[in-house]
C-alpha cells in the first residue's frame, strides 16, 4: 500500500498553476508583511523568495537565432559570411598563439645539453681556487690589524645655542606658511571665476566617466561573467565548407554535438560556473584483502 | 587588550558571499548533492563587484554564492531527501558487501524519489513564466530523448524525454503554434507561439546515437538538469493539453481492433501517439476548440501610429491563413524522408500525411492512393511515378511555412537543384540596402522577377503595334461623323440653355464638401517637419545631421545601383529585340 501511494516519475495529474484560494482571506489589499503574518497564523505559511530567482541570471537567450549560413542548403551570400566570420575568428587565434610564442618560447635562447652542462659547472665553481695552478702568496695578507668597512657611530650631543636656532628656524618657516596661505586666500578672491571654472571642468570630466562606467556595466551585463577559476571558452563555430554541402537534406551529415553546444550555452549564461573534468579518481582505491589468519583454505581441511 | 570597533567583513561585501565551500558547510551536504540542490533550485553561482572584498581578501577566484540564496537553500525539504539518498545508497551498498541479496533487493525496491513539484511552481509562480522557459527545457528534452540508457543517466529517462515531447508536439499540433522552421546542420529549428509566448527550439538530426567524447561535457550534470525539466514539461503539457480541450495522458480516437491483438494496448497507443498521425479525443466534446474561435483585435490600442495598428492586422492575417496552409493536402513521405519533423510541421498546418506501412505503425493511407496530392521525396528519380500527384522535395514544405503561403512546386520537383534554404530566424531588415531583384524574388513571394513579364510584354507589344494602325483610321472616321451632327443641332439649343441658366441662379444647392489641395497639405508637413527639425535638442543635433546625410548617401547608392540594372536591363532587352528581328529578316528572305 505504502509502495502504490509514492509518487511516481513520470505522472502528472494536477494543474500546478490552479489558483489556490486562501481560506476566506482576501490579501489583495494587504501589505506584504502584514499578509506574511497572516498566513503563518492561518496554518499556510509562506515563504520569502529570493527576488535574484525571478531574474534570468544573463540576458543571452537560451536559444540563440541560428546564423543563416549554416542551413543544410544556404544562399551563396550567407555561406561566404559565415566562412568570412569563421576565418577571422580563427586568424586572431592564430595571432594570439604566435604572439604567446613569441613573449614566452622565442624569447629565451636555445641551449643545448652539453653547453647547458658546461654552464653549471661554470656556474658552480665560480669563485673557487682553481686545482692545477696554485700560487702561495696570492691574496693571503699579513698585516694583522683588521679595519672595518663602516666605522663606529659616536653619539655627539648638540650645544643649547644649536638647538635654539633650531628651533627659532622652524617657527620662522610655519610662520612664512601660515603667511603663504593667508596671502593665497585674498588673492583667491580676484580668481573667483577661474576656480568656478575648473570645478566644473571637473565636474564635466567626471560625468563623462561615470558615463563610460555605466555603458562598460552595462555591456558586462550582457556577457559571460567569471564564476570560478576556469576560464569559460565558447564553443567554436561550426560550419560546413562548400565542397561538404550536399543541397538535400538525405545526404547532410550533422557536424556538432548538441549536448556540448548546450553545455556551452549554460556556462555562457552563467547558469553553470566552468570546471575541469576529472575522469580519472584522485583518491587511491582500496585495496581489499583477507587476513591471512582468516583465509579458509579448503584444500587443508579434510572432510571425513 | 580587546579591539574595539568594527571587525573586516562582517559588513557590505565581504558578508554578503559564501564561498562555495563554506555554503557546502552551513549546508552540511556533499558537493555532489549541493550542486544538484542547486540545479534543482534554480540557485546559481555569482560574480561580485569586488572579488577581494567578497573573497574575505582571500586570492585567487572562488566560486561564490549569496549568502541569502544559501540561506533558502537551507529551508528546502529535498534537503532531507537527498540525506535519505544518502542513506539508502549506504545501505544498499552494505547488503550487497554481506551479500545479503534479498535486503538488497527489497531496499532497491523502495527506492526513495525526490518530488520536484513544488519547486516547479515556486520557480515559475505562473503558467506564463513556466512558457518563457521552456526554450532549455525542450532543446534538452529532444535532445535525451535520442539517448539511448548511459551511465549517470537514470534508466527511465531518455524515455520519459521522449513520451513528453512526443506529447508537447501534440499540443502544438492541436493548437496549431508552430510559426518557423529552420532546417541547419545542427539540427531543426523550430519556433512556436503559445500564449503569446515565442518559444524555440531544437531537435537534433535523426541520427544514430554518437558515443560523446568523455572530457566534453559533464553528463552528470546534464541529467539532473533533464530530472527537472522532466516534470517542468510534465505539468506544462497537462496544462496545455487542458486548455486546448483534450484528455491528458493523452487518448486516441480510432481503435483498429486489427492492430491492437498485435502488441499490448499501451504500446500500441504511445506508438500510435508517436506517429503523430491522429487527432486526439477532446475532453469535453460539446466543447469545440476554443482556439478555432475568431477573435478580432481591438480597435482602440495605446498605440497611436495609425502604421502600426495596421502592420499589427496584417500580421494577424498571415497568421490565420498560416494556421490553415496545408488544410485539404494529402501527403505521402517516402521512406528516406526524416519522418518525423515533416509529420509534424504537415499537421500543425492541417495536412494528411501517410508513410510506408512497414517503415513505422500508424499509416492512415497507402501509397497508390490516388487521392493523394504531393509525395515527399529525397531521391534524384523514382521508377514509379503517378500523375495525379507533385513529387516534391521536403524542402518545400520547409519553405512554405517560412513564406506562409504554398510556393509553387516547380522548383521542388523531384531530382530539381534546390533554392537556397533561408532562415527565417534573421530578421531581414534590409532597409536601404540595395537587393538585386533575383534575391528580393527569393525572400519576398509577392515579388516577381521582370524578366518573365519582359518575354511576354514583347510578344505583345507586336500585336499591339498592329492594333494600334487599325484603331486610328477608325478613330478618324468616327470624329467626321460627330462634327456634322452637332452643327445642326446648335441653333435649336442656345435659348434652353439661357433659360437653364436662369433657373440655375434660384436653385438651392447642396452643400460642397471643400476639398483639400493635397499639394498645400504636403507643403504644410514639410514645414511643420522642418519646424520639428529645428526643435532637436544641440546635443543631439549632430548625431541627428550625420544620420540623415548617412540615409540620404544610403539612398543615392540604391539609385545608382538601380539605375545600372535598369540600363543593364533595357541594353540587353535592345540586343534581344534586335536579334529577333534579324532573324524575322532571315526568315523572310
Known amino acids: ?304 | 587588550m580587546v579591539v574595539i570597533g568594527k571587525k573586516k567583513y562582517e559588513s557590505g561585501e565581504g558578508a554578503q558571499f559564501l564561498s562555495r565551500k563554506a555554503a557546502l558547510k552551513k549546508l552540511q551536504l556533499t558537493l555532489k548533492e549541493f550542486r544538484r540542490l542547486c540545479i534543482l533550485k534554480g540557485i546559481y553561482p555569482r560574480e561580485p563587484r569586488n572579488r577581494k572584498r567578497a573573497q574575505k581578501g582571500q586570492p585567487g577566484i572562488k566560486t561564490l554564492y549569496h549568502k541569502k540564496d544559501v540561506q533558502f537553500l537551507m529551508h528546502e525539504p529535498i534537503i532531507w531527501e537527498l540525506r535519505k539518498l544518502k542513506v539508502f545508497t549506504r545501505k544498499v551498498e552494505r547488503a550487497k558487501a554481506l551479500r545479503e541479496f534479498s535486503d538488497m533487493k527489497r531496499y532497491l525496491s523502495n527506492h526513495p524519489t525526490l518530488k520536484l513539484d513544488h519547486i516547479v511552481k515556486e520557480r515559475y509562480p505562473t503558467f506564463i513564466d513556466a512558457l518563457r522557459d521552456l526554450d532549455d527545457c525542450l532543446t534538452l528534452c529532444f535532445l535525451f530523448s535520442t539517448f539511448p540508457s548511459l551511465n549517470h543517466v537514470p534508466r527511465d529517462q531518455s524515455l520519459l524525454c521522449r513520451r513528453l515531447t512526443v506529447e508537447f508536439l501534440h499540443a502544438v499540433i492541436t493548437a496549431k503554434a508552430l510559426r518557423k522552421v529552420f532546417v541547419s546542420i545542427k539540427g531543426y529549428y523550430y519556433q512556436a507561439e503559445i500564449k503569446g509566448q515565442t518559444i524555440n527550439w531544437i531537435v537534433p538530426h535523426h541520427f544514430g546515437f554518437e558515443p560523446q567524447a568523455k572530457n566534453d561535457v559533464d553528463f552528470k550534470m546534464m541529467s539532473i538538469f533533464v530530472e527537472f525539466y522532466i516534470i517542468m514539461l510534465g505539468f506544462v503539457n497537462f496544462r496545455l493539453y487542458h486548455t486546448l480541450n483534450l484528455y491528458y495522458p493523452p487518448k486516441l480516437t480510432t481503435h483498429d481492433n486489427s492492430e491492437k491483438i498485435l502488441v499490448d494496448e499501451e504500446t500500441y497507443v504511445s506508438e500510435r501517439i508517436a506517429a503523430l498521425n491522429v487527432p486526439l479525443i477532446n475532453l469535453d466534446s460539446t466543447l469545440q476548440n476554443t482556439e478555432d474561435e475568431e477573435f478580432e483585435m481591438d480597435q482602440f490600442t495605446n498605440e497611436s501610429d495609425a502604421t502600426k495598428l495596421e502592420e499589427a492586422k496584417i500580421e494577424a492575417n498571415k497568421i490565420k491563413k498560416l494556421k490553415t496552409l496545408f488544410k485539404g493536402l494529402k501527403v505521402f513521405l517516402n521512406r528516406e524522408v526524416p519522418r518525423e519533423p515533416l509529420v509534424f510541421i504537415l499537421r500543425c498546418f492541417g495536412a494528411e500525411v501517410s508513410w510506408d506501412k512497414l517503415l513505422f505503425v500508424g499509416a492512415s493511407f497507402d501509397e497508390n492512393d490516388e487521392t493523394i496530392t504531393h509525395h515527399i521525396v529525397d531521391r534524384p528519380n523514382m521508377t514509379k511515378q503517378y500523375i495525379s500527384r507533385y513529387y516534391v522535395q521536403p524542402q518545400w514544405v520547409f519553405d512554405s511555412v517560412n513564406a506562409r503561403e504554398l510556393l509553387p512546386v516547380e522548383k521542388y520537383l523531384i531530382g530539381c537543384i534546390l533554392p537556397p534554404h533561408l532562415s527565417p530566424f534573421s530578421d531581414n531588415q534590409h532597409d536601404q540596402t540595395y537587393i538585386p531583384p533575383e534575391e528580393r524574388a527569393l525572400m519576398d513571394p509577392d515579388f516577381r522577377l521582370n524578366d518573365e513579364e519582359d518575354e511576354s510584354e514583347e510578344e505583345t507589344e507586336n500585336e499591339n503595334e498592329k492594333e494600334e494602325n487599325k484603331t486610328e483610321e477608325e478613330d478618324l472616321e468616327k470624329d467626321l461623323k460627330e462634327e456634322i451632327e452637332t452643327n445642326k443641332s446648335d441653333e435649336v439649343n442656345e435659348k434652353e440653355q439661357e433659360r437653364d441658366r436662369l433657373k440655375k441662379k434660384m436653385k438651392v444647392k447642396t452643400g460642397e464638401v471643400t476639398k483639400e489641395d493635397p499639394w498645400e497639405k504636403k507643403r504644410q508637413e514639410k514645414q511643420e517637419y522642418r519646424l520639428r527639425e529645428r526643435m532637436i535638442k544641440k546635443k543631439h543635433r549632430k548625431l541627428y545631421r550625420s544620420m540623415m546625410e548617412g540615409r540620404k548617401e544610403r539612398a543615392k547608392e540604391i539609385w545608382l545601383l538601380r539605375k545600372k540594372r535598369r540600363l543593364h536591363d533595357t541594353a540587353k532587352k535592345q540586343k534581344r529585340k534586335e536579334e529577333r528581328k534579324q532573324k524575322k529578316i532571315k526568315v523572310a528572305e
Request: charged share 40%.
Open chain 1, 1 to 304: 500500500m505504502k509502495k502504490l501511494n509514492k509518487p511516481k516519475r513520470g505522472e502528472f495529474n494536477v494543474d500546478l498553476w490552479k489558483e489556490k484560494t486562501t481560506k476566506d482571506i482576501d490579501t489583495n489589499w494587504l501589505s506584504l508583511d502584514t499578509v506574511r503574518h497572516t498566513l503563518t497564523h492561518f496554518g499556510v505559511k509562506k515563504k520569502r523568495i529570493p527576488i535574484s530567482l525571478r531574474k534570468r541570471p544573463s540576458n543571452i537567450p537560451a536559444v540563440e537565432p541560428p546564423h543563416p549560413g549554416i542551413s543544410y542548403n544556404p544562399s551563396f551570400q550567407d555561406h561566404q559570411n559565415l566562412l568570412r566570420e569563421v576565418i577571422q575568428k580563427e586568424m586572431e587565434f592564430i595571432k594570439e598563439e604566435e604572439h604567446l610564442n613569441r613573449v614566452t618560447t622565442k624569447m629565451f635562447k636555445k641551449v643545448s645539453p652539453e653547453e647547458k652542462e658546461n654552464n653549471l659547472i661554470k656556474e658552480m665553481s665560480e669563485g673557487l681556487k682553481p686545482e692545477n695552478d696554485q700560487d702561495p702568496d696570492g691574496d693571503e695578507d699579513d698585516d694583522p690589524t683588521v679595519k672595518s668597512v663602516n666605522p663606529p657611530v659616536k653619539n655627539q650631543k648638540k650645544t643649547r645655542v644649536q638647538r635654539r636656532k633650531q628651533k627659532e628656524q622652524k617657527d620662522l618657516a610655519y610662520k612664512r606658511q601660515q603667511e603663504k596661505i593667508e596671502k593665497k586666500k585674498i588673492s583667491d578672491m580676484y580668481k573667483l571665476k577661474l576656480l568656478d571654472r575648473q570645478l566644473a571642468a571637473k565636474e564635466k570630466k567626471q560625468k563623462i566617466l561615470r558615463q563610460k562606467r555605466l555603458k562598460k556595466k552595462t555591456l558586462k551585463a550582457l556577457g559571460t561573467k567569471t564564476l570560478s577559476k576556469v576560464k569559460f571558452e565558447p564553443l567554436e563555430p561550426n560550419f560546413k565548407l562548400s565542397s561538404e554541402l550536399t543541397g538535400n537534406l538525405r545526404n547532410t551529415e550533422p557536424t556538432n554535438n548538441l549536448l556540448k553546444d548546450r553545455f556551452k550555452s549554460l556556462q555562457k549564461r552563467n547558469i553553470v560556473a566552468p570546471a575541469n573534468i576529472r575522469l580519472k579518481r584522485d583518491k587511491a582505491r582500496v585495496k581489499r584483502f583477507i587476513k591471512p589468519d582468516h583465509r579458509i583454505d579448503m584444500t587443508k581441511i579434510d572432510m571425513k
